[in-house]
């Protein structure tokens, strides 16, 4: 006989999402920058940068201004973290290699990437020989990443790293320059770490695990998209996972939490600060919506005048809630809001806040605030900044 299911009202659901996403509470200050990527479980990388690259964006939002230096550092010294494909290329915990075992076996059995080498045998024999004489090394060091003509055109040793990184026989170790830097495997990943023994169903099972405990609750589409799992691929091993099936007031759908996050009320401090559009705790649009009321969109690839709320708009977490968003720029050591809105009055004093430690992350020392949704806002908001 199986207990009954656990149920959880809107706003239980949404402290425990915030605080497996390390929003709600003390921040972990003593694990810094890795302790924020090993609780994440995976950090998108993208190639935007505004205020700062996304990547260095998720620690800023959870610890405050620790700095490119630090960020850096913790990431990529001590063969600590990895870059492959999770929810998209992300940086990952070093000791999840094993993990991504089921990928690296399908993209192997698939037989190519996107891009088809010519002679697949003397260009990935070129490459890891290369690497293995005078890694670690990015492609244009390997010999080039373009192929002399256009610029989405990759060269032949650009395709072969690539498709060695796929399936696991090259590491990317770094970014340098934005560029990868990649290695050996041998180098890169401690010895223990170092397999791809375990099954589909392990691999599948830990990183549905990792995605429940990452998130706090969500529903089947919440956690599989976590790390881009397929539907079927949750459904084969969330049984045996150890999540917990709940009830979510107002969800209308059948969802699972992570039992250490029911075990005591999620409750403390709510964090202040603006979210990278890339922030997993904002990853699934639908989960977005559904958990915060709120709707947004990335609109960088959108027509500038087609564009509601700007270029790099982000979210402004305050409260437990999303209270407004601001597409922010810098004009030498000045933070401009190009564009910001609110959701209400009350949220000028959280914004100002935000933006003000949003200046600190990246070494602004003013601020200030070309255009809002109304005249009213952008007012009251100059008139908080000034006040702080």
């Not at 919506?289 to 960088?300: D, K, P, S």
């Amino acid at each position: 006989m199986t207990s009954a299911t656990v149920s959880l009202s809107a706003a239980e659901a949404r402290r425990i999402a915030l605080r497996a996403q390390g929003f709600l509470g003390a921040p972990d200050r003593k694990g810094g920058v890795r302790g924020v990527l090993r609780h994440l479980g995976a950090v998108q990388l993208d190639t935007i940068s505004v205020l700062a690259r996304s990547h260095e964006l998720i620690p800023y939002a959870r610890l405050g201004a620790v700095g490119r230096p630090a960020v850096e550092a913790s990431y990529w010294s001590g063969n600590h973290a990895f870059e492959y494909w999770s929810h998209a290329a992300c940086i990952l915990p070093i000791e999840e290699w094993p993990h991504f075992a089921f990928r690296r076996r399908a993209r192997r059995a698939k037989g190519h990437r996107w891009h088809v080498l010519a002679d697949k045998e003397r260009s990935t024999k070129t490459v890891l020989d290369r690497l293995r004489a005078d890694g670690p090394l990015t492609s244009t060091e390997l010999g080039g990443a373009k192929n002399g003509g256009e610029w989405f055109e990759w060269s032949e040793t650009k395709i072969a790293v690539e498709w060695l990184l796929d399936i696991g026989e090259v590491v990317c170790t770094e970014r340098r320059g934005w560029k990868r830097v990649y290695d050996l495997p041998e180098r890169a990943v401690p010895d223990a770490l170092l397999h791809d023994e375990l099954s589909d169903t392990e691999c599948l099972r830990r990183l549905v695990t990792l995605a429940g405990q990452s998130l706090g609750v969500g529903t089947r589409s919440d956690i599989a998209d976590y790390h881009r799992l397929k539907n079927d691929q949750f459904d084969a091993v969330i049984a045996d996972s150890g999540l917990v099936p709940v009830e979510v007031e107002g969800w209308g759908r059948p969802a699972w939490a992570d039992p250490a996050a029911l075990a005591a009320p999620a409750r403390g401090r709510h964090r202040t600060t603006l979210l990278s559009p890339f922030d997993s705790l904002i990853w699934e649009r639908p989960r977005t919506e559904r958990i915060f009321g709120f709707t947004h969109r990335l609109e960088a690839y959108v027509p500038k005048p087609r564009r509601i709320h700007g270029y790099f708009a982000m979210p402004l977490l305050a409260g437990g809630l999303l209270q407004g968003r601001v597409d922010p720029g810098r004009e030498g050591t000045t933070l401009v809001a190009r564009q910001l809105s609110l959701t209400s009055p009350a949220a000028a004093r959280p914004m100002a806040e935000a933006l003000r430690e949003a200046a600190s992350w990246v070494g602004c020392d003013a601020i200030r605030v070309d255009r809002a949704q109304s005249p009213a806002e952008a007012a009251a908001v100059t008139a908080e900044l000034a006040a702080l």
